[in-house]
C-alpha cells in the first residue's frame, strides 16, 4: 500500500458515493480509504459496505468532534501508508490520480509531496514546477487545496499535521490547507506542483443563499486567512492589498449589491481573523 485518503466527512451520504466510484475506477489500487465519520447517526455504513465490496480498503472510524482539522488528523494516526492524501467527502478523482502520485514520488525521492490540479479552479493547468515559499507568502501561487494534496507520512508527523484552529467548524473557517503548505515550505520541505495529476471538485465561487447567511460563511471561512495572515508574518503589502481588494473590486463594472455585500463581508472576516490571531498571541 502507497498511499492512505483520509475523508473526513459530515452531514452527507451521496456525494460520497460518487469518491468512492472514482476509486474504483482507478489504475492502481494501491490504496487504504480512511474514513474519519463525524455523523451522529450511520449514514455511511451502507456506502462503506459497498466500497468494500468493490474491493476498497477502508478503515471506518468514528469521530464525534466536528472539527475538520482534528478529524484529518485522527486519520492520520490511523495511516498505515507511506503517503497521505485528503479528498473532500464531495470532490473525485481522476482515474490515473494514484497511479501518478505513487510514480511521481517513487521516481523522486528527494520530494515531500505533490500538488495535483484541481481541474475546475485550473482548467488548462500551469507548467510543472516546485513550490515557492515566496510565492506562497505574497499568494500568488497557483491553486491548491487539501484535495490535490499528497504529502508522505514522514513530513506530515515532522510537521505535526493540521493545526485544528484551522477549518470548517472552527473561528478560523479555512485555511488550514495553506497554513500547512506555508509550514512545509518554511521548513525546507520540497513539493512538486504536476499538472497530469488530476482531481475534480464542483467550484461555486461565492456562497449562494441568502445574503444575511452568505456573509457569515464568507466571514468565517476569510477569518482563517486574516489569521494566515497574522500566524506567518507575512508582508504588509499582502495584508493591505488582501483587505482592500475585496472592497475595490465589486465597485468595478458590472457591479452588484451581492457582490459587493460579499466584498465587505470578506474584507471583515479578514479584519477579525488578524485582530483575533494577534490579540490570542499577546496572552
Not at 495553506?178 to 482531481?199: C, E, N, Q
Request: with cysteine; charged share 25%; proline share 5%.
Amino acid at each position: 500500500m502507497n498511499l492512505s485518503l483520509v475523508m473526513a466527512t459530515v452531514d452527507r451520504a451521496d456525494v460520497v458515493r460518487r469518491l468512492i466510484d472514482s476509486l474504483v475506477a482507478q489504475s492502481d489500487r494501491s490504496f487504504e480509504l480512511i474514513v474519519v465519520d463525524q455523523n451522529a447517526d450511520r449514514r455511511l455504513d451502507p456506502i462503506i459496505a459497498t466500497a468494500r465490496g468493490m474491493g476498497v480498503e477502508v478503515v471506518h472510524d468514528r469521530f464525534v468532534e466536528r472539527n475538520l482539522s482534528a478529524a484529518r488528523n485522527r486519520g492520520l494516526e490511523l495511516a498505515r501508508g507511506s503517503v497521505s492524501g485528503f479528498p473532500d467527502d464531495d470532490c473525485w478523482y481522476g482515474p490515473r490520480v494514484v497511479q501518478g502520485v505513487s510514480a511521481f514520488l517513487h521516481a523522486h525521492g528527494e520530494y515531500d509531496g505533490v500538488v495535483a490540479r484541481w481541474h475546475e479552479q485550473d482548467p488548462t493547468g500551469r507548467a510543472e514546477h516546485d513550490l515557492s515559499l515566496d510565492d506562497w507568502r505574497r499568494f500568488r501561487a497557483a491553486p491548491a487545496s487539501s484535495i490535490s494534496l499528497f504529502l508522505r507520512q514522514a513530513a506530515l508527523a515532522a510537521l505535526g499535521g493540521f493545526d485544528a484552529r484551522f477549518g470548517v467548524s472552527r473561528y478560523f473557517g479555512a485555511g488550514e490547507e495553506t497554513d500547512l503548505l506555508l509550514r512545509a515550505l518554511a521548513a525546507g520541505r520540497r513539493i512538486r506542483y504536476v499538472p497530469t495529476i488530476v482531481v475534480h471538485h464542483a467550484f461555486a465561487g461565492s456562497p449562494s443563499g441568502p445574503l444575511a447567511q452568505a456573509c457569515q460563511r464568507t466571514r468565517s471561512r476569510e477569518r482563517g486567512v486574516g489569521a494566515l495572515y497574522a500566524k506567518h508574518k507575512l508582508p504588509a503589502s499582502v495584508v493591505v492589498r488582501g483587505i482592500v481588494a475585496p472592497l475595490v473590486k465589486p465597485l468595478l463594472p458590472p457591479r452588484s449589491m451581492r457582490g459587493i455585500v460579499n466584498g465587505l463581508c470578506t474584507a471583515l472576516g479578514r479584519i477579525e481573523g488578524l485582530v483575533k490571531w494577534k490579540s490570542a498571541d499577546r496572552q
